[in-house]
């Protein structure tokens, strides 16, 4: 419906932050873009023709609101299924309306980009909220086209609610587009419309699904955080324990040194040896070498706690 802005519509958006006295107004006059797209009609050259569509004398069309959401199942029947309906005559006269005010809407809009007036502000709000009203009449009137072709559309792994979305961006755009000069009924263009947004939704979700077979589920997931962190910790340990060693703080004899080492291979990073093997190294019992290192391992958790640890 509406172009893209451009710096002109920013200078004239700032240029009318104080005009309105509402807050509701100053919205609606910033949400106009620079230029406003509309379908024309012959008889919008005609004198009166606003006279005809927005006078006194124009014809009072009451279009009642929409009764049903999308979060509804589908299952469920709407109170006010047929409530909305619009005769013919008066959707034409709706559809004009609101080309006729998005013509003048767009006029209004070329003029206040050449040079900002403050009536002429004031004025394309008028004529904005009149289109937008319109809008939603048509949008509201119509709803249960949306609803009625997405009970009878069935795509694999879309979900109804979806579809109820996917069928009113289609009916927007039908009521941007729709040209009632032709004498086409309006919910044949809107059928069309809305079954090929299914369609496009139907390849959409068939191309993610070859890409992505199954959904994605949570409790599959294995985090891996409390293993890295040990061995974080771990690394970080050894690194502290290598420094105590190669300065021995911990005070430890020459035999306790080498038991520390031969057993854990701390310094080296090689295999380690068994309590047999350190015994044969040092000339010692396999229980004297436990011993000693049981008491080297107890200096040196002292020297961690006390330098390392944080409490």
């Given amino acids: 419906m509406y172009a893209k802005t451009d710096k002109a519509d920013t200078s004239r958006r700032g240029r009318a932050a104080d005009v309105f006295d509402t807050d509701e107004e100053r919205r609606l006059y910033e949400e106009i873009p620079a230029a406003v797209d509309h379908v024309p009609d012959p008889s919008f050259d005609s004198p009166g023709v606003e006279e005809e569509l927005f006078g006194d004398s124009a014809p009072v069309i009451h279009v009642r609101a929409w009764a049903h959401f999308a979060e509804v199942p589908e299952e469920v029947e ?103 000069s032709r004498g086409y009924k309006f919910s044949t263009y809107a059928c069309r419309s809305i079954l090929k947004s299914f369609n496009r939704l139907a390849t959409k979700t068939g191309r993610y699904r070859q890409r992505f077979p199954t959904e994605y589920d949570p409790s599959m997931e294995r985090s891996d955080y409390d293993e890295r962190k040990h061995e974080i910790h771990l690394q970080h340990s050894i690194e502290s324990l290598r420094e105590i060693l190669a300065e021995n703080r911990a005070k430890l004899t020459d035999v306790e040194q080498t038991i520390i080492n031969e057993r854990f291979a701390v310094a080296s990073g090689g295999p380690r040896r068994t309590l047999a093997e350190v015994g044969r190294l040092v000339g010692l019992t396999n229980e004297r070498v436990r011993q000693l290192q049981n008491n080297a391992l107890g200096k040196l958790r002292a020297v961690l706690n006390a330098d390392y640890l944080v409490a």
């Fill in 78 to 180: 709407p109170r006010q299924r047929r409530s909305a309906a619009l005769k013919s005559s008066e959707e034409a006269v709706l559809f004009l309306r609101y080309n006729y005010a998005r013509r003048h809407l767009g006029e209004l809009a070329v003029l206040q980009n050449h040079r900002f007036s403050v009536r002429r502000a004031k004025e394309m709000v008028l004529w904005f909220r009149r289109a937008k009203k319109v809008e939603s009449d048509l949008v509201g009137a119509n709803m249960a086209l949306v609803l009625a072709m997405a009970k009878r559309t069935r795509i694999p792994n879309v979900d109804f609610t979806e579809l109820i979305s996917e069928g009113s961006l289609a009916l927007l755009r039908s009521v941007e587009k729709f040209d009632v």
